[in-house]
């Protein structure tokens, strides 16, 4: 079937689903946010947001920054695709950061923001974000909130179990969704039993810089969806879900749907680690990129790697096992005790939650189904905590409030189940506008949840806006949770599709602030830190301008002897050192992006002139005043012209250049 | 002169040599651009930001109105009044040592002078820096505008108010100068109560 139909059915299905539910509701829709919703999101002008919440842009490649309670869209990070509207990706310094084995990427689909962590509490330092495409993960700097470095992920496709970290921040995983060969080579897809294989990476990620595969594990053939570490008793062991434990490999819809139950796989990473370090795994060639923009140059740079660390879990007794969880699990939640592991299956009519307590002891008893390719089944009576039953309709993932609440989004049903942890008993639900994905408590995946609010993600919007045609925005809702009955506070438009979000206090992030660049520091080749030093040099076909902006001029600004034939690389640096000074640097016909500069920064424009001609030049980012008047001119000659190279600097460099040391 | 007299001039000139250390006068500058501020810190040997670029981002907004850029190597008073201010306060603890009222007063004379002619100069300088614009190169030019801060107070200078208070080492002056007041005030009257014993 082809996805488009496939969609077409889900929605169908969605729709018949969803409407059947609706017609149990006699709450009229205007009465569901009321009473004091507005004064408990509203921030006064000037007044912050109690939360910065770092929602995915999905297929937009981006991360959305919102400020909680308010809604308020506070800035969106380029990681995985270009931005013209500030040059990553476009110019010389940031174009690495896109770089893969496949070449440049210019896009790719962001799902799950992952805030650093240490001792199972985020630090505030560090986000991270996988791409589902192409598999890569993102590290983002929060003094700067920056892209600071990417890693692919080799032996992979569909990098969807990622990046969840380790409680002690030393590793993030990305697994493998698409099974496939490994090494990938040309086989017949029917041969999928016997040649495809998934594969789970575990990354360090506690240095900057220095993102590496520290070894990828080897598993069956199944889709690995998503992870959470374990944490407290359950520290060192993560847990991945499954599905297609059919092993199909067309019209997966139906044809990995059958067995009633799925697995969560149970890794022992410690363990693995331990095996890795004793030789344990193979040297397997693989090739993948580490880019990395050095903070001082802001100059993104290639690392090739060659080869990872491959374990077979039968080479390493007791790294792996499987947990029986119905049906097509999706996400995998682990408690803030660490002991309850909720597996949520997206066609199951229970939530089924294991005991990490009986895990183990299943463990030692051995009380195994079955082993497959060197991982023990575990029998699911063995492992089963309790059953959330008739939760709703399509579970998918699950967060906790910290106070012995878990909140599970239903894709189908269209509403969060609040429920009690232990008893398993529904205690609330409360309806999303429309089709949730996943769902987010500030904290509510770590050990101490900071709770207060939860935000819903939701694939449909359908009538909640003003109409804007066929495509609607995606959206979030936010809740009140600090009661025992949840409350609908507000309800705000996405970019792109958050998939997930993570919230973390505002106090923590906020003043730690970059506010310029130091321009003494400034590592780049290319710098110039004063109107005098702005030059136009030659190389054979090769014409370098060094370029200074400042408040409210670029120096040089008359530019000539640029002939046809030539590339121009203009290094524009930004000389202010004072926040929220910006400028930017656009020339008429240009076949790139602009450039943004930072206070402090040199970013560099690849430009080739295909005509002769006056070509103006300008501040594309309002600066000052006379930000209007922030412009310039560059001559193209014609091949061979006599036209001396020549580039004015305004008459106050000039100044500067010949009495450098009177006072002015 | 008495003990105690002695004690408060030396005190003063402690807080005298304290001035070479500290700010002696702040001028902030507030705009709805920089609700921050910009702040300029003048020390007896230099004029410099209070933050680290703010005395740039200073003199670069004052290019549009052409004011001269403020550069403390071009100030020649700051190479003198560090030694003015030693000067005073070595003299001041050398009165206290000799214990001479006459000589307190010569020093408290001394003192005043410093500080009339310090004020007066610091004014003649922001009169200079307002007043006299670059015409020919400034960008914004307002008819009969003239951009002086004030000597003590604040004054709205288009879209900036200038605000000009002392700072601690001008705080210090003070409290020195009221020092050296009251030795003296100690000093007489013990001199008429010894002179009517």
């Known amino acids: ?664 | 002169m008495s003990r105690l007299p002695r004690v408060l001039l030396l005190l003063a000139s402690a807080l005298l040599a304290l001035m070479l250390a500290t700010p002696l006068w702040r001028i902030q500058l507030i705009a709805p651009q920089y609700p921050e501020g910009l702040g300029m810190e003048i020390r007896a040997q230099t004029v410099h930001g209070e933050r680290e670029h703010d005395l740039d981002n200073i003199n670069e907004l004052n290019h549009y109105i052409g004011m001269k850029r403020i550069e403390p190597e071009s100030i020649p008073e700051l190479r003198i009044i560090p030694w003015a201010i030693g000067v005073l306060a070595a003299t001041g603890a050398l009165v206290a040592l000799l214990g001479r009222r006459r000589l307190l007063w010569a020093w408290l004379s001394l003192f005043a002078a410093a500080g009339v002619i310090g004020l007066v100069d610091f004014w003649r300088w922001e009169y200079d820096y307002g007043h006299h614009l670059d015409l020919e190169h400034a960008i914004i030019k307002v008819p009969g505008m003239t951009y002086q801060p004030p000597l003590i107070g604040s004054k709205q200078l288009l879209n900036f108010t200038a605000e000009s208070l002392p700072a601690i080492g001008g705080v210090l002056a003070g409290i020195a100068f009221v020092l050296g007041v009251a030795a003296l005030v100690i000093a007489s009257r013990a001199a008429r109560r010894s002179r009517a014993a």
């Open chain 1, 1 to 664: 079937m082809s996805p488009t139909r496939r969609v077409v059915l889900a929605v169908v299905a969605t729709a018949i689903a969803g409407g059947a539910f609706f017609a149990c509701r006699t709450v009229p829709a205007t009465t569901l946010a009321g009473g004091d919703a507005a004064s408990k999101v509203y921030v006064p002008p000037g007044s912050y947001d109690e939360f910065y919440s770092f929602m995915s842009g999905g297929f937009s490649g981006q991360v959305a920054v919102y400020g909680l309670p308010s809604g308020r869209l506070l800035k969106v990070i380029p990681v995985f695709s270009q931005n013209p509207e500030n040059g990553y990706g476009y110019n010389e310094e940031s174009k690495a950061m896109l770089q893969t084995t496949f070449g440049s990427i210019p896009w790719d689909d962001s799902h799950h923001p992952e805030l650093s962590m240490t001792d199972g509490v985020p630090d505030g330092r560090w986000l991270f974000i996988n791409a589902n495409n192409t598999p890569r993960v993102a590290r983002i700097d929060l003094t700067r909130f920056e892209t600071d470095e990417i890693l692919q992920i080799p032996n992979a496709a569909g990098g969807h179990a990622s990046p969840f970290t380790t409680p002690d921040g030393k590793y993030i995983v990305s697994a493998t969704r698409f099974s496939v060969p490994i090494p990938n080579t040309d086989v017949p897809i029917e041969s999928y039993k016997q040649n495809f294989k998934g594969t789970l990476s575990f990354i360090t990620a506690d240095q900057p810089g220095k993102m590496d595969i520290a070894f990828q594990i080897l598993m069956p053939g199944y889709d690995y969806d998503l992870g959470h570490a374990g944490k407290g008793p359950s520290d060192g062991w993560f847990f991945f879900t499954t599905y297609n434990t059919e092993q199909a490999n067309t019209k997966l819809e139906e044809n990995a749907s059958k067995n009633d139950k799925d697995y969560v796989a149970a890794v022992n990473y410690k363990k693995a680690a331990a095996c890795v370090a004793e030789g344990k795994a193979k040297t397997f060639p693989s090739e993948y990129d580490h880019n990395y923009t050095d903070p001082k140059s802001r100059i993104a740079t290639v690392e090739k790697k060659t080869s990872v660390k491959l374990l077979s879990p039968a080479d390493c007794e007791g790294v792996a096992y499987y947990l029986p969880t119905p049906k097509s699990p999706h996400g995998v939640d682990i408690d803030p005790t660490g002991e309850y592991i909720v597996a949520s299956g997206k066609l199951a009519t229970v939530i089924p939650v294991h005991s990490f307590t009986k895990m183990q002891k299943a463990i030692a008893d051995k009380a195994f189904e079955k082993t497959v390719d060197g991982i023990p089944v575990l029998k699911y009576e063995s492992v089963l905590a309790g059953e959330v039953q008739k939760p709703g309709l399509g579970p998918l993932h699950t967060e906790f409030d910290g106070k012995g609440y878990a909140y599970t989004s239903m894709f189908i049903s269209s509403e969060v189940v609040k429920w009690k942890l232990g008893t398993w008993e529904v205690v609330d639900r409360i309806p999303t506008y429309y089709s949730i994905g996943h769902l987010m408590i500030p904290g509510g995946d770590t050990k101490k949840p900071f709770g207060k609010y939860l935000v819903a993600m939701n694939k449909i919007t359908k009538d909640r806006y003003l109409p804007t045609g066929p495509e609607m925005a995606q959206s979030a809702q936010l809740y009140d949770i600090s009661g025992d009955k949840m409350k609908l506070l507000l309800d705000f438009p996405t970019i792109g599709e958050p998939h997930y979000a993570q919230a973390i206090p505002a106090s923590l992030i906020k003043d730690k602030q970059v506010k310029f660049h130091s321009l003494a520091e400034n590592k780049n080749p290319d710098a110039i830190r004063s109107e005098s030093e702005g030059r136009i040099t030659r190389n054979g076909k090769r014409v370098d301008i060094r370029m200074i902006a400042i408040r409210s001029h670029f120096a040089p600004d008359n530019i000539e002897g640029v002939q046809l034939g030539d590339t121009v690389y203009f290094h524009v640096t930004n000389i202010e050192q004072d926040w929220d000074i910006l400028h930017g640097f656009a020339i008429l016909g240009a076949n790139t992006s602009e450039l943004i500069l930072q206070p402090g920064e040199t970013r560099t424009m690849k430009w080739i002139p295909t005509r002769a001609g006056i070509y103006p030049f300008y501040c594309t980012d309002f600066c000052s005043a006379l930000h209007q008047e922030m412009q310039g001119y560059l001559r193209v000659s014609p091949a061979g012209t006599t036209v001396a190279l020549s580039a004015n600097v305004s008459k106050k460099a000039q100044q500067q250049i010949s009495a450098p040391a009177k006072a002015r």
